[in-house]
């Protein structure tokens, strides 16, 4: 009986391995590369296996018939295929479709760094990073200037990028322009931005190539974000050796509403007490500074409202240059207020609306005069010494609207499009002569960006503008394209064309002019993760239809940029240490204003580098941060008028290469202690700790005998102060501002 049953099971196993089918095949992405891990399956049944490191797969099945059989694997899109299972064999490959996401696909970076965005690997520069930058004095255009592309100009305010001049870049707050962002100043000083870097929760600094969806800036965008509901109510104070301020943040029990008022006092004079300034202030610089803000969730987005204030006023004498005997006074005083209103919101089925209005206005009374050596109001008898008498008294008023809308396409593709208006009015009194210009500036856009695969990635853009003053339409094409080279890995490359209106200074003396033009090239190379960002960048940039002053007032001049750049972040090959280098080779040359010819401007230096690092140091509560940035020396030139339709260059050379090493500590009194309700940091900071000696350029008296030069208003710059904040606790923060 048992041989019987041995038997029958032999009998029946044989007909059941005769019964089985095998089914097998590989199984690989659409770039032909072997994927392993992926779960094939018989749908409805039991049978299915996995493929293997080097993507093959086999399994056997006893079932017959028509089924359908299924790839799978996490990030690809699955893959379906009918089969009939009969008694032969099949083989099946599988090529599996990668599905694009957010978190891996690739990002167009050509021209720009991202910051704040703790969402990408890209991040460059949150808030804390710009007020623990050494020389920085929590200016936001002080930080950026350590980044490539930017110039260490000294002696003007505004950012210069690539061989543009400060009025080139142009910023913009929650997607509105902002007409003013630095305080007014005297010639050859330098002055810093109006907006605290702790009102932004992102920042993008396009040195080129930027979206379709800004304008009217011919070489660079700084792009701010600002924050949306704070995490928690406080109460702010800060006192310093030139400042002091008070504010709060109020938010919501049920977190859907928030409130914030400051206010800062400036005043130099004490620490002009210390610190000798050469000009003599008999005006000592002081500012009032008040904002408040208004935040609300809405249904599916946000409201935001924001307004800022401020009044300043300063009043210095300095030698003049024509005179050994005379002096030129300057005084100034002036208010600006600044209004911001965005909203946005999700309409659902894949479509956002974006929507945003500001209003501004900026007003200056300035007045020069030649004074003798009792600082008394005098006349040289000589025109030229004599031009420096005047009054100015000017008003700009700027009023933007804009609404964007955009739809999410395919997978993460997407699609935007909007329109903008601006209105500007301004109107200024020169000595006796009343002037005016009013513009109306109209704009549509629109851009997509299309994402082929994880790895392919493209931005198209147009912009369309009409200006009522230049009564002439401006199209500006954009492309970017991005591609994935490896991990963390990729290239981009970019174009586009720029267009900007000419500034005021040139309007106010003709209108027969139109828009001035530059089209950017730019291919860059990026492999950035938490812990590593290295990028290098080459551009070209060609400038058309610049201003010429002479002999007439036209659209006439040309120019162009052209150079390398370098950028690495390091932040774990240094235990503790956070540290960037940035290197840019610049070679510019234009024929603008009163040149004879081509060349490179003022502004413009061949070679700029920057290192920054930082170091916490837990057991003492105290980070310390360097800066040092270096720059070559920058050309000067005498132009003197030489008759008929010329100048001609009288003299000419380059400045002493630029130096400064700035340091700076943040002590945390209050590290440590859990229970503490309050946070404390305590600064002190110091620029150009070597005194090395800074020369931006030359002035030249009226027959070009005498030469001086433009230097800082004082060799360094100390700064103390606290900052204490109840309510809140950014301890964590301050010691990894960098994650």
Known sequence: MKKQLL???????????????????????????????????????????????????????????????????????????????????????????????????????????????????????????????????????????????????????????????????????????????FFAGAQDIATRGRFSPFLFKGTVFSTGGYSALYGQALSSAVILESIDLPERSEIDASISTVFVGAGTQQLGKKKKWSYGVNYGYTNVYPYFQIVKQKPDYFTVPAFHSGEANFRIKTKKGMLKFYTSFNQQELGLRRPNIDSSTLKNAFGLTGTNWYNNISWKENLGK??????????????????????????????????????????????????????????????????????EYWHTFNTGKYKSYSISLNENLYAGFAETDVYLTNDIAAKLGARLEHSSLLDKWNIAPRLSLAYKTGKDAQMSVAYGDFYQTPENNYLFVSKNLGYVK?????????????????????????????????????????????????????????????????????????????????????????????????????????????????????PYYNLQYAGGTKYELKDQGTTIPYNSLSFSVNYLPNLGKPKAKSFIVWVASITNVLNQNQVFGYNYSYNGNIKQPITPP??????????????????????????
């Not at 930082?614 to 720059?631: D, H, P, Q």
Request: positive net charge.
């Open 350 to 419: 894949g479509w956002k609306m974006n929507w945003a209005g500001s209003y501004s206005t900026n007003y200056n009374d300035i007045f020069s005069q030649i004074q003798n050596q009792n600082n008394e109001f005098t006349t040289a008898g000589l025109w030229y010494i004599d031009s420096n008498n005047f009054s100015l008294k000017n008003t700009a008023n700027v009023s933007q609207i804009k609404a964007v809308f955009e739809k999410r396409l395919k997978g993460i593709s997407t699609i935007r499009f909007g329109n």
């Open 714 to 739: 004082a060799p360094q710059f100390f700064f103390i102060g606290c900052f204490i904040s109840w309510g809140v606790d950014r301890s964590q923060d301050a010691i990894n501002n960098n994650l």
């Open 7 to 181: 038997f029958l099971s032999c009998i029946l196993l044989s007909v059941s391995l005769m019964a089985q089918v095998k089914i097998s095949g590989t199984t690989k992405d659409k770039r032909g590369r072997k994927l392993a891990g992926v779960s094939i399956s018989l749908k409805d049944s039991y049978d299915g296996t996995v493929s293997d490191s080097l993507g093959n797969y086999s399994f056997k099945t006893t079932e017959k018939g028509q089924f359908v059989i299924e790839a799978k694997l996490l990030d690809y899109t699955t893959v379906t295929q009918p089969i009939i299972i009969a008694n032969d064999a099949i083989a099946l490959n599988f090529m599996l479709k990668e599905e694009v996401s957010e978190l891996k696909a690739v990002t167009v970076t050509a021209g720009s760094f991202e910051a704040g965005d703790k969402k990408r690997a890209a991040t460059v520069m949150s808030s804390l990073d710009v007020v623990t930058t050494a020389g920085s004095n929590g200016d936001v255009t002080g930080a950026l200037k350590t980044l490539p592309g930017a110039q260490q100009v000294g002696e003007q305010e505004g950012l210069f990028v690539r061989g543009g001049a400060g009025y080139e870049t142009k910023q913009f707050i929650d997607g509105t322009f902002v007409n003013n962002p």
């Open 518 to 634: 530059a089209t950017h090239y730019i291919l860059n190379y990026s492999k950035i993760n938490n812990n590593y960002s290295f990028r290098v960048e080459a551009f070209y940039k060609k400038y058309q239809d610049l201003i010429k002053t002479f002999p007439t007032y036209k659209n006439a001049g040309n120019g162009y940029a052209q150079g390398i750049e370098l950028f690495w972040r390091d932040k774990k090959t240094f235990k503790n240490v956070d540290y960037w280098f940035s290197y840019s080779y610049l070679d510019t040359k234009r024929d603008y204003n009163n040149y004879p010819m081509q060349l490179q401007p003022t502004f413009a230096a061949n070679h700029t580098a920057s290192l920054v690092a930082k170091r916490f140091v837990m057991k003492w509560k105290t980070g310390f941060n360097v800066t040092y940035s270096y720059a070559t020396g920058r």
